[in-house]
């Protein structure tokens, strides 16, 4: 029984993972062939279907982590997901006016990047039981200059979209009402942009912990 | 004896290691390292017995009353000692008096001075009969809170880390702001007179018999804090572990029957789930100490937190 429902886990993660990449792979094509062919203004809309449905897809990477299907810890997997969703929902598909900033073809292109090596290399592991060198040392070395990168472009398009937020006043709630609740969508976003400030240099120091176990780990292999 | 004391990283603490009588206590060790270092006092140290390298156990900690000799392998005269420096520490009584004097404060601010000017709102602002009342009953649980923790309270650790303090404070201070900026905005939404009534009604009752429940507490302690654990008993605590925290989780949700703000009741959430881990372990550790073996006394079945739900 038990080696059955490891199986079970071992062919859903690989489904998982390689289906992920595929749509990460559609999102950098699609990106770097519409930057080519019409200019980063057009990019979002080109990327905007794959790239929701992927991004959002990372959400059962949570719940992979609570129901101990992999050993990440919800610590390091919650702040990046939930910032990466907030970005693609709540800025991009919400304020359209952010979409033809030139920080979105950044994003996207360093998204994808990252997360075609790191669903290829789990895709691998879980299928193989290992995954090569190479794809390991891209796992844990591409990150150092992609994460700075892509922090930088979701900072910035927060930044980008806070006049259109506070004009637009979506999602806020008023008082008065029956359970004296408000919301401020701006300064919730304002609140966010500050979430960056320890969570960044956390988030990099984590994967920089990371890359240093794994590869004295293959080093020692 | 002699007592040599290393860091964790082995390094020698004390050089040439401390002589003391064969009769010394751990209390006694640990006054002759805070006279030789100063800054390590006593309550900032954690003395442990050394372990084998890469062994897997637990460090053994020294119980500051034991004698040394019982920590000495067979009938050597010699002893060392693992120290930690456990950084700053503060009161409990300090550590608790300034987490609770914020929102007492900061809740009548909010009522009593014309604080949402600075938030754009500019007219007449009308107060209701339960935002009066909400701050009677914040600012009576607070005082409540402060005065328990001089007169009632009798703590078994003297002292907290300091780093603790600002934990603590952040968390107290700001979900006091959090909710009396609702509770008293000048668009508040009040409920209808009987929900008032029965929300404060019920939370005063829980007050007064969280009040019985710290009394019940208190009487399990010796006057100096020691007494080790006890089986809690008599009132709530024949039906319920941790009715202290029970009556508390319960008064607040008085508060925000009556109030009825988002802000309220997610306090009341935070504030659950964190009283709900310390119920499970208290729980846990009673039942494992109080096992019904060796003559011990075994613990009565009962609910842990939240009777009828937990």
């Given at each position: 029984m038990a080696s059955f429902s490891s199986v079970l886990r071992r062919v859903y993660l690989t489904l998982y993972n390689w289906t992920v990449f595929v749509g990460w792979f559609q999102v950098l094509y699609l990106a770097l062939k519409t930057l080519k062919e019409s200019g980063h203004e057009h990019v979002y809309d080109a990327v905007e279907r794959p790239l929701l449905l992927t991004q959002s897809a990372a959400v059962l990477e949570i719940l992979h982590g609570l129901v101990g299907l992999v050993r990440s810890p919800i610590t390091a997997t919650l702040p990046q997901i939930g910032s990466r969703l907030y970005v693609a929902w709540g800025i991009l598909w919400s304020f359209p006016e952010t979409r033809s900033h030139i920080l979105v073809s950044s994003l996207v292109i360093s998204w994808s990047i990252t997360e075609i090596i790191r669903y290829s290399f789990f895709g691998t592991k879980e299928a193989l039981g290992s995954a090569p060198s190479f794809l390991m040392w891209l796992r844990y070395s591409t990150f150092l200059l992609l994460y700075p990168i892509g922090i930088s472009s979701e900072v910035g398009l927060i930044y980008v979209g806070l006049p259109y937020i506070k004009e637009s006043e979506k999602y806020c709630i008023r008082m008065p009402n029956k359970w004296n609740f408000s919301f401020d969508y701006f300064y919730f976003a304002i609140l966010v942009l500050g979430f960056y400030v320890p969570g960044s240099p956390h988030m990099y120091t984590y994967m920089l912990g990371q890359r240093k176990k794994a590869l004295a780990k293959s080093k020692e292999e | 004896m002699k007592v040599v004391v290393v860091t964790r990283?082995?390094?020698?603490?004390?050089?040439g290691g401390l002589e003391l009588d064969d009769s010394a206590t751990v209390a006694d060790l640990q006054e002759a390292i805070h006279r030789r270092t100063?800054?390590?006092?006593p309550s900032r140290q954690r003395l442990t017995l050394s372990l084998q390298p890469g062994s897997k156990e637990k460090p053994t900690v020294l119980h500051y009353r034991k004698s040394l000799k019982e920590y000495?392998?067979?009938?050597?005269?010699n002893l060392t000692v693992v120290f930690k420096d456990l950084g700053p520490q503060v009161s409990y009584r300090t550590l608790f008096f300034f987490e609770y004097l914020g929102p007492l404060l900061i809740y009548p601010i909010f009522y009593y001075l014309p604080v949402y000017q600075y938030f754009g709102y500019k007219g007449e602002r009308v107060v209701h009969p339960v935002q009066t009342y909400a701050t009677y009953y914040w600012c009576f649980h607070y005082f409540k809170r402060i005065m328990e923790t001089f007169f009632v309270h009798r703590f078994s650790h003297a002292t907290s880390p300091l780093s603790n303090v600002f934990r603590n404070c952040a968390y107290y201070w700001t979900f006091g702001a959090y909710v009396a900026y609702y509770v008293n905005h000048p668009f508040y939404t009040p409920v209808c007179d009987l929900q008032m009534k029965i929300g404060f009604g019920f939370g005063l009752l829980c007050q007064i018999s969280n009040f019985y429940c710290h009394i019940l507490l208190r009487n399990l302690r010796r006057p100096d804090g020691n007494g080790g654990y006890q089986i809690p008993c008599g009132f709530l605590f024949n039906i319920v572990t941790c009715a202290n925290y029970t009556t508390e989780i319960y008064q607040w949700l008085g508060f925000n029957i009556a109030t009825q703000t988002v802000a309220g009741y997610v306090f009341l959430v935070v504030a659950a789930s964190i009283m709900t881990n310390w119920a499970l372990a208290k729980h846990r550790r009673l039942r494992r100490l109080f096992?019904?073996?060796?003559?011990r006394p075994k613990y009565p079945r009962r609910w842990v937190i939240l009777p009828p739900f937990l």
């Open positions: - | 990283s082995g390094r020698e603490l004390i050089k100063r800054k390590y006092y000495c392998c067979g009938n050597s005269d096992d019904g073996k060796d003559g």
